[in-house]
């Protein structure tokens, strides 16, 4: 491989000096400086380290560092709260710059570093190309000095010296093929790592580089802690296993704590130099590699450095390793018969001490037993009657139990619930006339139109609810006019009933004044609205004008779901679009009508609210507009009734088995044939 020139090292790179450097490195194994003599600075968790090669295109470089630059409070960010055992976070882009956090860092062989060539730079590369469809066949690419064209840089044209051309590419965004290779040796500290990677686009999708999080894995021996009572001889590892190995199925050894005499931990570090485990059991040793490959954990019986052991393996979630443990067999069964000695001694100690309580005890019972049974079932008959009572509606029945104990206190807890059945029994009451009330402000019948077929529906999910419909018929000059108002109420329950119930005595007090301009009929309500309502509450309202001589429609919105006008002659489906703020926001909001639009013969209007589209299922999915705007191609040759009896079932088949948590709303208007 030739060397890597670089023309630029910078160990205080973006610099933030509104981050703290702490007096001791995150992680161990930067501690100690990593190079004692380097002459540069220590660890910085407030810069990064930069690395250019010599022959990269400044006009790329340049936009390409100023972004860089900016990422050192998210690197922080990232090494302060992300994984345990980060130890580099690294950002390499195909024009020849490279980042590594935190900064005051550079590898061992600066002429020879080029993270280019990176298994893990390698992988996210070809996870970028298989995301498009286009994986290569051959070894990867080589780096070059700037952008190139097709998948790994900017296309054809992009134009190589021009700056500003080239600051537009670099607004670069993170991939989402994330990938985590095999362990591999760290050049900066030659420490075993786990490189976990994923791609860096350029603004138009195109290959941009890689970034890289880098960790250590000696933390996984810290959930691997033995009973001390097992004593020396065990052995805890980290290992690799290589089902392709020339010589058989192998197992390498990533890191090592067999438990001697100190108890102290050994560990390996480079890859080069780990030792493999051995067994003469060879077959038995094939299932184990088989086992962590297929990320299944077990234990096996067999040979390690001449004893017969036992092997407990556990793969990780990284691809070909396990922690592995290796207990002497004759240790596992020395501890099985000493468990078994002192299981026998302490149960026939138990076993004599729990005949003599058990004989008292027996003796104890029937005596208290006595003494307790005039004292517990008087109170439990007295509980029985006072049940009964309760049962045929007194809640006045009473129980008197003195006995001082759990029976006394079942007593007053039973005393207190007969009030609060009956205050529940009127608030039943009260929430059903409520409920009669409100269904008696909708319209009981349609009004009959000579050119319109009109219905309408509204279904609530509580008792009360804040959602409402209405038809207000004018009949002047021998031109028949209806208002098809569709209204809903911030929230649920009573509240948004009372509420709906204001609106709706409003609006049938201005309608007969405003019904030439819908507009101004929606300014008035929203002046009284905004006066009177509370804070937070708001009302969005459509309201539409149908002529029926003319076979038009105007209309004005107030933050409404907007009107589907589906044309029978193309199938086309539009929105009447909303023209105004909720009611009861602004007390000067200003409302303009929109229209008129003429409805052919065939043509269907549906005004809805959004418990329609927004509907959820148990897989929390909304119905949508598209499900609805299908239901009207399905429902084009229903009556207006039929349309709103199909869009309602759908909607309850939908949720089904979910609870319904809005109301569902709606005017159905179809245009007669003729």
Known sequence: MPAVEMALIDYQFGLDPNLANPSTPHHPYLSEPLDPNAQRPAVNYRAQSCFVVRDSNETWTKPALEALAT?????????????????????SLE???????????????????????????????????????????????????????GPGGPPPGAGRSDPRKAQAYFRVRVGAEATQGAPSLDPFTDQVVVVRSTPVRYADGSFAGVTALARTIPEIFASMRLPERWGTGIERMLVLVDPNAPSGPGVQVLLHDGLGQDRGPRRSRRLGSMAGLRSQDTRVLGGVVDDVVKGVAGVRKMEYQGKMCLWAYQPLDIPQVAALLIVPYDRVVELAQTMEQSL???????????????????????????????????????????????????????????????????????????????DLQRMKQSLGLAAAIQHSLLPEQTPALEHF????????????????????????????????????????????????????????????HCRSDVGELLRRLNRQLAADAKE????????????????????????????????????????????????????????????????????????????????????????????????????????ASQMCDLIIDEVTKFIHPAARTDDVTLIVVKAKEG
């Open 453 to 512: 077929d009109v219905a309408g529906r509204c279904v609530y999910c509580d008792e009360t609810g804040g959602d409402y419909y209405d038809f207000v018929a004018f009949d002047h000059e021998g031109r028949r006019t209806l208002a098809l108002i569709v209204g809903d109420v911030s929230g649920h329950g009573i509240g948004a009933a009372l509420v709906m119930a204001a609106t709706r005595g409003m609006l049938h007090v201005e309608a007969p």
């Open 536 to 639: 937070g509450t708001f009302v969005t309202l459509f309201c539409g004008m149908l002529d029926d001589r003319a076979r038009s429609v105007v209309w004005a919105s107030a933050g409404h779901e907007p009107a589907l006008w589906r044309h029978a002659g193309t199938g086309v489906v539009e929105e009447l679009a909303n023209t105004g703020l909720p009611l009861g926001v602004l007390n000067d909001a200003a409302y303009e009508q929109a229209g008129p639009v003429v409805l052919a013969p065939g043509d269907i209007l549906i005004m809805g609210t959004d418990g329609i589209c927004e509907a959820r299922d148990s897989h929390d999915e909304f119905f949508g507009t598209e499900r609805l705007r299908n239901l009207m191609e399905r429902g084009a040759g229903l009556t």
């Open 71 to 91: 990422l050192t409070p998210v690197y922080e960010e990232t090494c302060m709260h992300g994984p345990r055992g980060i130890l580099w976070l690294h950002t």
């Open 95 to 149: 024009i020849g710059v490279h980042t590594t956090y935190p900064g005051g860092v550079g590898p061992r062989e600066p002429s020879r570093y080029d993270p280019r060539r990176a298994e893990w730079y390698h992988r996210a590369q070809l996870a970028f190309a298989a995301a498009r469809g286009q994986l290569p066949s051959g070894p990867p690419p080589e780096p070059g000095p700037g952008p190139r064209s």
């Open 344 to 422: 026998l001694k302490e149960s026939l100690f138990w076993l004599q001490g729990t005949t003599m309580i058990l004989l008292a005890a027996g003796v104890g019972a029937v005596v208290l037993a006595a003494l307790k049974a005039r004292n517990l079932t008087n109170p439990i008959h007295s509980l029985i009657e006072a049940g009964k009572k309760l049962g045929n509606g007194d809640y006045d029945a009473r129980v008197e139990i003195g006995t001082g104990d759990e029976l006394e206190h079942l007593g007053r807890v039973f005393n207190e619930t007969g009030p609060k059945l009956r």
